[in-house]
């Protein structure tokens, strides 16, 4: 089993869509969790941290829930300049601290 | 947020020389940075963790001594990409967490190998 899973890709939306794309890890001891954004042939970029108490940043809404150890994000009123690759992130620190990269869901928004 | 600087941005070089990637935390120390692969349409692969004087740590199927690693100062590691060949060609990013946090991203390198 991977140690960060998420959806599989693409997501095809049209503009002001809803889209929630979920995420599980299976190191029951990660510490943090994050959601990146990454535009093709870029370098990932952070968009947002993932809490137990849920994150919300404008129409971004990030959840975590370590019982079942997953990882949601919900995107409200999809954007164009919504179209990338979202990666679920987590960060591991038994063994050595690490972050490991979900690998990815595609996410393409239409007019 | 804290910067992190990776040089050079793409590079072409022969099939059978060597490239040397340098990665930079510009506004912080960085004991631990990170080296990730990323081939065409998949996700960055965790290649090595780079520990600020001592050997680095290999994920499993990387080949130390094809991909050399050193991290010399606490601002700098270089990823060395030894006898490269075509299936070397591939996006390098190096990462750091400041205060073992949230990870920054240098810009990556696109290495192409001909």
């Known amino acids: 089993r991977k140690e960060v899973e998420q959806d599989p890709g693409p997501f095809n939306v049209p503009e002001g869509a809803t889209v929630a794309f979920n995420c599980t890890y299976s190191?029951?001891?990660?510490?943090?969790f994050f959601w990146y954004r990454q535009d093709c042939r870029k370098e990932p970029k952070l968009l947002m941290s993932?809490?137990?108490s849920g994150n919300e940043d404008g129409r971004f809404t990030a959840q975590l829930n370590r019982a079942s150890q997953y990882i949601s994000l919900l995107i409200r009123d999809s954007k164009l300049s919504d179209s990338a690759t979202y990666l679920c992130?987590?960060?591991?620190?038994?063994?050595?601290?690490?972050?490991?990269f979900g690998a990815g869901t595609r996410l393409f928004v239409k007019a | 947020g804290a910067v992190v600087s990776q040089h050079p941005s793409w590079v072409i070089c022969k099939s059978g020389t060597s490239v040397k990637i340098e990665c930079r935390s510009l506004?912080?120390?960085?004991?631990?940075m990170f080296w990730y692969r990323q081939f065409p349409k998949q996700s960055l692969m965790l290649m090595a963790t780079?520990?600020?004087?001592?050997?680095?740590?290999?994920e499993q199927g990387v080949e130390k001594d094809k991909f050399l690693i050193n991290h010399a100062s606490l601002t700098l590691s270089t990823l060395t990409v030894t006898s490269a060949h075509p299936e070397d060609s591939s996006f390098y990013i190096c990462?750091?967490?400041?205060?073992?946090?949230?990870?920054?991203f240098g810009q990556g390198t696109r290495l192409t190998v001909v």
């Open positions: 990462s750091a967490l400041p205060a073992q946090v949230q990870a920054f």
């Open positions: 190191n029951s001891a990660s510490q943090s």
């Open positions: 993932v809490y137990s």
């Open positions: 992130v987590v960060n591991m620190g038994t063994g050595g601290f690490k972050t490991i």
């Open positions: 506004d912080f120390q960085a004991t631990t």
């Open positions: 780079s520990n600020e004087g001592s050997k680095a740590t290999y």
